[in-house]
């Protein structure tokens, strides 16, 4: 992708992105759709923890048919449901482990799966991605929080659930949740069971491009994940 998906226009939709998070938005999204676009013209793209929209809507102006996203908080979709009006989008209200069963016994499937800001919010990687392979798509993009390690880890931790940002609640009342930040090792494990190369997009030539601190310290990643050849 060389040009910029996003630009200043997006303030008109209520939101107030300054230049440095607009850099790092364009930075996210060159590695994000770093993939051939013949998996996403005219696909289906499954947007998980969609949260405003943002990714669908890139999504479609790089020429998705359609988008699907999940998201656990209804006021993030609706604020999500202004950007993407009159775009073929709709939301589904829930926590992705319920939601994603049900889509998979309606026989859906999708081209393109993004897994972004969305799986260092969760305890199930192994699980998350079973039910990503089930949805049999071309290719998963997973951007993370992720520890540069080659070891084969999880670092478990609590996240406050009422943190708009963080995991949702999983029963009533719920303060905190137990979520877990992958190694790039355990990834590459997780991946391989489910016959998936894994590619990392190359953050080395960033340079000093404003809001990438977290890529320049490699303490966030994006990856891709294809299918082996048989």
Not at 66 to 82: C, N
Not at 106 to 111: A, T
Not at 117 to 126: L, M, N
Not at 211 to 218: F, H, L, S
Request: with cysteine; glycine share 8%; proline share 3%.
């Amino acid at each position: 992708m060389k040009e910029d998906v996003f630009s200043s226009d997006i303030n008109k939709y209520g939101f107030f992105w300054k230049e440095k998070y607009l850099s790092r938005m364009n930075n996210r999204a060159k590695r994000i759709f770093s993939f051939d676009h013949d998996a996403l013209k005219g696909g289906q793209v499954l947007d998980l923890g969609a949260r405003f929209g943002f990714w669908s809507w890139a999504a479609q102006q790089l020429g998705a048919a359609e988008t699907l996203g999940i998201e656990g908080r209804q006021e993030s979709a609706a604020r999500g449901g202004k950007l993407l009006a009159g775009k073929n989008h709709r939301y589904i209200i829930g926590n992705a482990f319920d939601v994603m069963p049900q889509l998979i016994a309606e026989k859906q499937s999708f081209d393109v799966i993004l897994n972004l800001g969305f799986f260092y919010h969760i305890y199930d990687h192994y699980g998350m991605l079973k039910l990503m392979d089930a949805l049999s798509p071309k290719v998963i993009v997973i951007d993370s929080e992720i520890d540069d390690l080659d070891e084969p880890v999880i670092r478990v931790r609590k996240e406050k659930t009422w943190e708009p940002n963080n995991a949702i609640a999983e029963v009533e009342g719920q303060q905190f949740s137990a979520v877990g930040t992958p190694s790039r090792g355990a990834i590459e494990s997780i991946a391989d069971c489910f016959d998936y190369n894994v590619k990392w997009c190359d953050w080395s030539d960033v340079g000093a491009a404003p809001g990438c601190d977290d890529y320049r310290a490699r303490r966030r990643f994006t990856c891709l994940l294809t299918k082996t050849d048989p």
